[in-house]
């Protein structure tokens, strides 16, 4: 009844940007926080960056101010804006997002399926 479908990965050289976007829709949704989380083989996933419905943003230490996440109007569509990619930024990236179904009074997390992103030096 939810999906999240993420798209915008790739392939690129360090130092270049990128930008991923993720998606959500099912019948009557109420869409609360959203977040961008990204996983390589053998680690934890790892917060990236977490956006509020009302627009509070927060990023994972180590991204030193090089990525900007963002939503749409709607506030149903994420977006992740990667400048000055770095090798070690190479991962799966996952979306996170807290919905509330028409039918139902609590709010669920839910996945994306990932997007790969590899930056190659």
């Known amino acids: 009844q939810v999906q999240l479908v993420e798209s915008g990965g790739g392939l690129v050289q360090a130092g270049e940007s990128l930008t991923l976007s993720c998606a959500a829709s099912?019948?009557?949704?109420?869409?609360?926080?959203m977040g961008w989380y990204r996983q390589v083989p053998g680690k934890q996933r790892e917060l990236v960056a977490h956006i509020t419905r009302g627009g509070q943003t927060t990023y994972a230490d180590s991204l030193e101010g090089r990525f900007t996440v963002s939503r749409d109007n709607s506030g149903n569509t994420m977006y992740l804006q990667m400048n000055s990619l770095k090798v070690e930024d190479t991962a799966v990236y996952y979306c996170?997002?807290?919905?509330?179904?028409?039918?139902?009074?609590?709010?669920?997390?839910?996945w994306g399926q990932g997007t790969q992103v590899t930056v190659s030096s």
């Open positions: 099912g019948s009557g949704i109420s869409v609360n926080g």
């Open positions: 996170n997002a807290e919905v509330r179904l028409r039918t139902s009074w609590v709010y669920d997390f839910y």
